[in-house]
């Protein structure tokens, strides 16, 4: 059965800018990285499948990724073989396939942040569904988006420049506001692409109480078993 609303996902292999050596988590080797961000992805299926009326299209590359991962969601989630390329080059095909397979809102995530939660995807679907045609940006800091959502094909958002809007994110936003639709910011939400953005997300988990419908579980855990393995050399949060 399709549902109403899609969270488009993509995976995403852990990049962070290790450049000051001294920041925190920036000397984590890649397997723990690995470890972290898909314990983010899993947090965000699960907050993307506590969510009513909503399918999940995750991108991925199967030689990378075990669908097993997914299996308790697996009535919710629909893969996609990802092999090459980056997500700006699959993102327009992503939210054309959607939306021709009769999704009447779609959420495209750019950034897999897992304090995306239940209650920010709720908000976003609801407002959708309040105009004929809207567009909702998820901003960044640094002028980009971590997420666009929509209920029609706005490709001149993906034009032969597509990878631009992503290596320029300020060019993205300004795309954005030049569409003939009513434009709808989400909260600011910072990207995960050093070590003190994953210390400050640390922070914030900690911020959050444990029965919050938004916590994200796999995320904490994962946080918590580098206190364990790395106890002996204090490994700086």
Known sequence: MIRQN???VFTRTPQINRANPDEPYAALPWEDLD?????????????ACQTEDVDVLLY??????SDDFLHPYRDRVRCFDMHTGSIANHLPGAIEHALTSHYNRVIALFENQPL????????????LGCEDDCIVVGPTPNEGAYLLGVKSNHSALFGSDEINLFSKPQRLLQCICQ???????????????????????RLDIEAM???DTDF????????KSFDKKYKPRKLPR
């Open 6 to 8: 899609a969270v488009i």
């Open 209 to 211: 109480h444990e029965t």
């Open 116 to 127: 995306i939660g239940p209650t920010l995807f709720k908000k976003i679907f609801s407002q």
């Open 216 to 223: 994200p579980h796999r995320t904490f855990a994962t946080f």
């Open 60 to 65: 991925r590359n199967p030689a990378e990724f």
């Open 35 to 47: 470890a972290l961000f898909t314990a983010i992805l899993g947090d965000l299926i699960e907050h």
């Open 179 to 201: 569409e003939n639709a009513v434009v709808f910011p989400a909260p600011l939400l910072y990207t995960l692409d050093t070590g003190s953005s994953l210390a400050r997300l």
